[in-house]
């Protein structure tokens, strides 16, 4: 990937929270990324650490109340996905960012058809006749591999299995040609034989139509095959950010180095139990002003309880969130 | 679909013979005398004689396959003879009414009118009101208007027709003279003048029943679409792009009609047993006056005829509600 290529998403500062009676939870502190034209942008982090919330954010689909988004901007084809009217929201999504979501299950409306959902956003986006929109359903549908395609248009979604319907809510986000897809664990609801053929499919697809892509998931394993890079979430903020070689090599988050250990080895001693992290993601009940791992973790000083870290670069393309320096195993200075 | 309508329809004969047997045995089995209200003058042997004519002195194995008789051959062929001008009964004996002496279809064919315009009409604006009022409280959920609704709704179930047709007439009819109080049952639709007429008297008895069917029907349909609402489908069709009219009438709608169907459509035996309170109030003498007036006076004919109506309506709403059903929901399918 070229590093000068204009990134084709770029979110600064973005902040989420969720009014609740109990009070406010903080899911999004100030996340910024971006995502440049075609590369596959990886983002791992244990359930509740805000990687679904930044992503559903980005096109305004969590729900409002009890979500709001604080502050931030969203910038895509020169505008700012958070300022632009609903009219305009809504042509950005399904049209040029597809999401697939996690539960292929519930996540098509049981009393429509399958080519009738995906006809929905190739009729509004693109203004296809009725006629126009099904023979590119068909296509679709042998794009992501079902067989039987034209047959299968009239079925309903109870009729396909678990993969299947996860290869039609891929159909319906590829469907407009987008420029960005996000990808919301797309493969955590399924058995691994699926899960494999899934992410065959997706970085075939991605190949040959050549978008950009956010893959949000919680193993490490898949992001290790596919990613270009990577962001590591806790606490509703990016602890680490870093090309995916480097990441696995050389992480210097103390998170992500404790995630990478939880990798279980098949060569490894065989009496060795699985490691763990011990304790628990924290509620985030108000803004953060320490670091949220700090609890967690075995390298935290005094300064880890008054003060968030910032994101120190620690290389090229490469920073960590974190007041100790992994490599002098010290206090970063400043 | 065709197929389970049709063996559905065929298992409802048993069913409904099952339910005539129990209605007349039930009749058979309570107290009362259909000569109790003749004069006390009358000698014990005449009123005997009376009795005997009226077919009591029989066996129920016999009065019961006669009434059915009456009801499933003789009662259509009179029907057809009046619209087609045939002569298929043949002056056959009818079911006939031990209070009035006539046929008892005769009278509940006047009736009907004044049932179907009152309690049918305020079936109709009390869906009509609730559907959006259901869907436009749960898509905003808590908002003054939902607060509004769910008020509305308690009034609906918690104040009785008595209470709420009798404020109504003092409101409208005493203090304010808006409404004739009395529905006119002799009143012949002609011409503008009697259509206003018409459409003033009924105001009141149909605001009174609608506003406990829109209770009931609001309250179905708001549940309903909030648990679709907070669905992954629906996230799936916002990520689509599709605009909100979109998202809620067309994809939320649609599931959430599907348990609110069976409500509606259980509802409709219960306009045609009339609402009994309610026809008193406003001196609607409907099907649930003539019921009420038919228990009362042991006119066991009328009773039996007018219950089973309203047994087969109950089954054929059934059967409506759970084609409806199938055809709403593409997972449930019959055959």
Same mark, same amino acid.
């Given at each position: 990937?070229?590093?000068?290529?204009?990134?084709v998403?770029?979110v600064?500062?973005?902040?989420t929270?969720?009014?609740?009676?109990g009070?406010?939870?903080?899911?999004?502190?100030?996340?910024s990324?971006s995502?440049?034209?075609?590369e596959l942008?990886?983002?791992?982090?244990?359930?509740?650490?805000?990687?679904?919330?930044?992503m559903?954010?980005?096109?305004?689909?969590?729900?409002?109340p009890?979500?709001?988004?604080?502050?931030?901007?969203?910038?895509?084809?020169?505008?700012?996905?958070l300022?632009?009217?609903p009219r305009?929201?809504?042509a950005?999504?399904?049209?040029?960012?597809?999401?697939?979501?996690q539960?292929?299950?519930?996540?098509?409306?049981p009393?429509y058809?399958?080519?009738?959902q /995906?006809?929905?956003?190739?009729?509004?986006?693109?203004?296809?006749?009725?006629r126009a929109?099904a023979t590119?359903?068909?296509?679709?549908?042998?794009?992501?591999?079902?067989?039987?395609?034209?047959?299968?248009?009239?079925?309903?979604?109870?009729?396909?299995?678990?993969?299947?319907r996860?290869?039609?809510?891929?159909?319906?986000?590829?469907?407009?040609?987008?420029k960005?897809l996000?990808?919301?664990e797309?493969?955590?609801?399924?058995?691994?034989t699926?899960?494999?053929?899934?992410?065959?499919?997706?970085?075939?697809l991605?190949?040959?139509l050549?978008?950009?892509?956010i893959?949000?998931?919680h193993?490490?394993?898949?992001?290790?095959?596919?990613?270009?890079?990577?962001?590591?979430?806790?606490?509703?903020?990016?602890?680490?950010?870093?090309?995916? +070689?480097?990441?696995?090599?050389?992480?210097?988050?103390?998170?992500?180095r404790a995630?990478?250990?939880?990798?279980p080895?098949?060569? #490894?001693?065989?009496?060795?139990?699985?490691?763990?992290?011990?304790?628990q993601?924290p509620l985030m009940t108000?803004?953060?002003?320490?670091?949220?791992?700090?609890?967690?973790?075995?390298?935290?000083?005094?300064?880890c309880?008054?003060e968030?870290?910032?994101?120190?670069p620690?290389?090229?393309?490469?920073?960590a969130?974190?007041?100790? =320096?992994a490599?002098?195993?010290g206090?970063?200075?400043? | 679909?065709?197929?389970?309508t049709?063996?559905?329809?065929?298992i409802?004969i048993p069913?409904?013979?099952?339910?005539?047997f129990v209605?007349?045995?039930?009749?058979?089995?309570?107290?009362?005398?259909?000569?109790?209200?003749?004069?006390?003058?009358i000698?014990?042997?005449?009123?005997?004689?009376?009795r005997?004519?009226l077919?009591l002195?029989?066996?129920?194995?016999?009065?019961?396959?006669?009434?059915?008789?009456?009801?499933?051959?003789?009662?259509?062929?009179?029907?057809?003879d009046?619209?087609?001008g045939?002569?298929?009964?043949?002056?056959k004996?009818?079911?006939?009414?031990f209070?009035?002496?006539?046929?008892?279809?005769d009278?509940?064919?006047q009736?009907?009118?004044?049932?179907?315009?009152?309690?049918?009409?305020?079936?109709?604006v009390g869906?009509?009101?609730?559907?959006? /009022?259901?869907i436009?409280?749960?898509?905003?959920?808590y908002?003054v208007?939902?607060?509004?609704?769910?008020?509305?709704?308690? /009034?609906?179930f918690?104040?009785?027709?008595?209470?709420?047709?009798?404020?109504?007439?003092?409101?409208?009819?005493?203090?304010? #003279?808006?409404?004739?109080?009395i529905?006119?049952?002799?009143?012949?639709?002609?011409?503008?003048?009697?259509?206003?007429?018409?459409m003033?008297?009924?105001?009141?008895?149909?605001?009174?029943?609608?506003?406990?069917?829109?209770?009931?029907?609001?309250?179905?349909m708001?549940?309903?679409?909030?648990?679709?609402?907070?669905?992954d489908?629906?996230?799936?069709?916002?990520a689509?792009?599709m605009?909100e009219?979109?998202?809620?009438?067309?994809?939320v709608?649609?599931?959430?009609?599907?348990?609110?169907?069976?409500?509606?459509?259980?509802?409709?035996?219960?306009?045609?047993?009339?609402?009994?309170?309610?026809?008193? /109030?406003?001196?609607v =003498?409907?099907?649930?006056?003539?019921?009420?007036?038919?228990?009362? +006076?042991s006119?066991?004919?009328?009773?039996?005829?007018?219950?089973?109506?309203?047994?087969?309506?109950?089954?054929?709403? =059934?059967?409506?509600?759970d084609v409806?059903y199938?055809?709403?929901?593409p997972?449930?399918r019959?055959?």
């Amino acid at each position: 990937m070229p590093e000068a290529a204009a990134p084709v998403l770029d979110v600064q500062g973005l902040k989420t929270v969720f009014k609740t009676r109990g009070g406010e939870v903080h899911a999004v502190n100030d996340v910024s990324f971006s995502l440049r034209p075609g590369e596959l942008l990886g983002v791992v982090g244990e359930s509740g650490s805000g990687k679904s919330v930044t992503m559903m954010s980005l096109l305004g689909l969590l729900p409002s109340p009890p979500a709001e988004i604080r502050h931030g901007c969203v910038m895509f084809d020169g505008k700012d996905l958070l300022q632009v009217k609903p009219r305009t929201l809504r042509a950005v999504r399904g049209g040029e960012i597809g999401f697939v979501f996690q539960d292929p299950m519930t996540s098509l409306n049981p009393v429509y058809t399958v080519g009738m959902q /995906i006809m929905e956003p190739l009729r509004k986006h693109m203004g296809l006749s009725k006629r126009a929109a099904a023979t590119r359903a068909r296509e679709l549908l042998e794009l992501v591999g079902i067989p039987d395609a034209q047959r299968r248009l009239d079925d309903y979604p109870h009729q396909f299995s678990g993969g299947m319907r996860q290869r039609v809510m891929i159909a319906i986000a590829l469907a407009c040609d987008p420029k960005v897809l996000i990808a919301d664990e797309p493969t955590t609801a399924l058995d691994v034989t699926i899960q494999a053929q899934i992410l065959d499919l997706m970085l075939g697809l991605r190949e040959k139509l050549g978008m950009a892509v956010i893959w949000i998931t919680h193993d490490l394993g898949v992001i290790a095959g596919i990613a270009d890079r990577v962001l590591v979430m806790y606490g509703g903020q990016i602890v680490e950010h870093a090309p995916v +070689g480097d990441l696995f090599r050389d992480p210097q988050h103390p998170y992500t180095r404790a995630l990478l250990k939880t990798i279980p080895t098949i060569s #490894g001693e065989r009496a060795k139990r699985l490691t763990v992290i011990e304790g628990q993601p924290p509620l985030m009940t108000e803004a953060p002003n320490a670091c949220p791992f700090r609890a967690r973790c075995d390298v935290a000083f005094d300064r880890c309880a008054v003060e968030n870290p910032p994101r120190y670069p620690v290389g090229p393309g490469h920073d960590a969130a974190c007041f100790y =320096n992994a490599r002098t195993k010290g206090p970063r200075d400043a | 679909m065709l197929i389970y309508t049709f063996r559905r329809l065929l298992i409802s004969i048993p069913t409904l013979l099952f339910i005539a047997f129990v209605i007349f045995m039930l009749l058979e089995l309570a107290p009362g005398d259909p000569m109790a209200q003749m004069p006390l003058t009358i000698p014990p042997e005449v009123k005997e004689k009376m009795r005997i004519a009226l077919g009591l002195g029989e066996p129920w194995y016999v009065r019961f396959p006669l009434w059915l008789k009456q009801f499933f051959i003789v009662e259509p062929q009179y029907w057809i003879d009046s619209t087609f001008g045939t002569n298929f009964a043949d002056g056959k004996q009818r079911i006939i009414s031990f209070q009035s002496r006539s046929p008892v279809f005769d009278t509940i064919a006047q009736r009907l009118p004044q049932t179907l315009w009152v309690v049918g009409m305020s079936y109709v604006v009390g869906v009509l009101i609730a559907l959006p /009022i259901g869907i436009i409280s749960a898509y905003r959920q808590y908002s003054v208007f939902d607060q509004a609704g769910t008020f509305v709704s308690m /009034i609906g179930f918690s104040v009785p027709p008595f209470f709420s047709g009798v404020l109504l007439i003092v409101i409208f009819s005493v203090q304010l #003279g808006w409404l004739p109080s009395i529905y006119d049952t002799t009143l012949v639709v002609r011409d503008w003048a009697t259509f206003k007429q018409q459409m003033l008297q009924m105001v009141m008895p149909v605001m009174v029943l609608a506003l406990q069917t829109t209770a009931t029907v609001s309250r179905y349909m708001r549940a309903s679409m909030l648990d679709n609402l907070s669905q992954d489908y629906v996230r799936t069709a916002r990520a689509k792009g599709m605009t909100e009219s979109v998202v809620v009438l067309k994809h939320v709608l649609r599931n959430s009609m599907i348990p609110v169907v069976t409500v509606i459509a259980l509802g409709i035996p219960a306009i045609f047993g009339g609402a009994i309170i309610t026809e008193q /109030i406003f001196k609607v =003498n409907g099907l649930g006056q003539l019921l009420i007036l038919a228990l009362q +006076g042991s006119d066991i004919p009328m009773v039996m005829t007018i219950t089973f109506l309203l047994a087969v309506l109950i089954v054929v709403m =059934n059967l409506i509600a759970d084609v409806l059903y199938g055809i709403l929901d593409p997972r449930i399918r019959y055959d």
